[in-house]
């Protein structure tokens, strides 16, 4: 990989970055707040935004980075396929549970639903999520979808994809302000109390966190080989893989016979970049 160093630090620091506002968002419930339990009052509230941290931030960076770790790239395009996807869906079901954790207090301590500007987006990025799983699965997962198509899709699903997950830190920045105002009374917000500064602090976490996982899915010199999937193409007959690209692999070799197989094997590879 070109500039190992490089991606070693962008990860390490947005690993740390991650892990410590996870730690952050917990200190906040359960030594500044309620702590957490599922009772309809505050304490169940509180799973709102730790859930949304861990599951919708965190897990989902990881998510979006999986393919990029060098030391995966010997296994298969498809068990990482398995890996991105079952992260996406784990990350899916805590900011589903996150939602439901908001809407119960909500319900028990009679505050109306949906007013505000952060539930309306946060309502649309989790609906949003939900289809981006649909169609990722569709499309890359089940081996149905021609090639063209998948390659077609993958510009969109990148940018809807990192669009999503930029519009997820900006809901969580918007939920941390908000809560911030609404409960710090005496002291208010505006006197900066301990935990407003140290709140303040978990969203600058969660900026950095986002900028260096960003940074880190769109760096086309980190990009995983293609030669991995060129390889199954050859060797694993039987296998997803080569079943959706042998089509268009039989179409590579028509009437380049002649040409020598490292050409064939740039084209091709060219095709798996564009197309998985
Ligand atoms: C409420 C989504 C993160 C604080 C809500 C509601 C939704 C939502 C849909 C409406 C619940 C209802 O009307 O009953 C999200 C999503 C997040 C997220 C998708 C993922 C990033 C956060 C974070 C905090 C937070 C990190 C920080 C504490 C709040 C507060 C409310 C709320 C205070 C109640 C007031 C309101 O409805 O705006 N959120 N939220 N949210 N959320 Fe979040
Ligand atoms: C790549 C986001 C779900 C399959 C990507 C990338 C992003 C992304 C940002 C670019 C990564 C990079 O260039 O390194 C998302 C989001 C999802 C989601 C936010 C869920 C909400 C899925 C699912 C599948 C899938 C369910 C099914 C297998 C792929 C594939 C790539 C990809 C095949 C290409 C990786 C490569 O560059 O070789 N996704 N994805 N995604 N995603 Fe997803």
Same mark, same amino acid.
């Given at each position: 990989?070109?500039?190992?160093?490089?991606?070693?630090?962008?990860?390490?620091?947005?690993?740390?970055?991650?892990?410590?506002?996870?730690?952050?968002?917990?200190?906040?419930?359960?030594?500044?707040?309620?702590?957490?339990?599922?009772?309809?009052?505050?304490?169940?509230?509180?799973?709102?935004?730790?859930?949304?941290?861990?599951?919708?931030?965190?897990?989902?960076?990881?998510?979006?980075?999986?393919?990029?770790?060098?030391?995966?790239?010997?296994?298969?395009?498809?068990?990482?396929?398995?890996?991105?996807?079952?992260?996406?869906?784990?990350?899916?079901?805590?900011?589903?549970?996150?939602?439901?954790?908001?809407?119960?207090?909500?319900?028990?301590?009679?505050?109306?639903?949906?007013?505000?500007?952060?539930?309306?987006?946060?309502?649309?990025? *989790?609906?949003?999520? /939900? +289809?981006?799983? #649909?169609?990722?699965?569709?499309?890359? !997962?089940?081996?149905?979808?021609?090639? =063209? %198509?998948?390659?077609?899709?993958?510009?969109?699903?990148?940018?809807?994809?990192?669009?999503?997950?930029?519009?997820?830190?900006?809901?969580?920045?918007?939920?941390?302000?908000?809560?911030?105002?609404?409960?710090?009374?005496?002291?208010?917000?505006?006197?900066?109390?301990?935990?407003?500064?140290? *709140?303040?602090?978990? /969203? +600058?976490?969660? #900026?950095?966190?986002?900028?260096?996982? !960003?940074?880190?899915?769109?760096?086309? =010199? %980190?990009?995983?080989?293609?030669?991995?999937?060129?390889?199954?193409?050859?060797?694993?007959?039987?296998?997803?893989?080569?079943?959706?690209?042998?089509?268009?692999?039989?179409?590579?070799?028509?009437?380049?016979?002649?040409?020598?197989?490292?050409?064939?094997?740039?084209?091709?590879?060219?095709?798996?970049?564009?197309?998985?």
């Amino acid at each position: 990989m070109e500039n190992l160093k490089h991606f070693l630090l962008a990860l390490s620091a947005a690993g740390a970055a991650g892990f410590v506002a996870i730690v952050f968002v917990l200190r906040w419930v359960l030594h500044f707040r309620e702590g957490l339990a599922w009772d309809g009052g505050p304490a169940e509230f509180n799973w709102h935004p730790v859930l949304a941290v861990t599951g919708f931030v965190f897990l989902q960076g990881i998510a979006i980075i999986v393919y990029r770790l060098p030391w995966t790239w010997q296994c298969s395009k498809l068990m990482m396929k398995f890996i991105h996807a079952g992260l996406h869906v784990a990350a899916f079901t805590f900011a589903v549970i996150a939602v439901v954790a908001a809407f119960d207090f909500h319900n028990t301590a009679k505050i109306p639903n949906m007013y505000s500007l952060h539930s309306w987006l946060g309502l649309m990025a *989790v609906i949003l999520y /939900g +289809l981006q799983i #649909v169609l990722g699965v569709g499309v890359y !997962l089940i081996p149905v979808a021609p090639v =063209a %198509w998948r390659a077609a899709c993958m510009p969109i699903h990148v940018y809807s994809g990192l669009l999503l997950f930029a519009s997820i830190i900006a809901v969580a920045l918007m939920g941390i302000t908000e809560k911030l105002i609404f409960s710090l009374s005496n002291p208010k917000y505006k006197d900066s109390p301990p935990e407003a500064v140290f *709140v303040n602090v978990l /969203g +600058l976490l969660l #900026v950095i966190f986002g900028a260096l996982i !960003l940074w880190i899915a769109t760096r086309p =010199a %980190w990009k995983r080989p293609g030669e991995q999937m060129t390889h199954s193409l050859h060797t694993n007959s039987g296998g997803e893989d080569s079943a959706k690209a042998g089509p268009a692999l039989s179409e590579l070799s028509d009437g380049v016979s002649a040409e020598s197989g490292g050409d064939v094997r740039k084209r091709s590879n060219k095709l798996d970049n564009q197309a998985d």
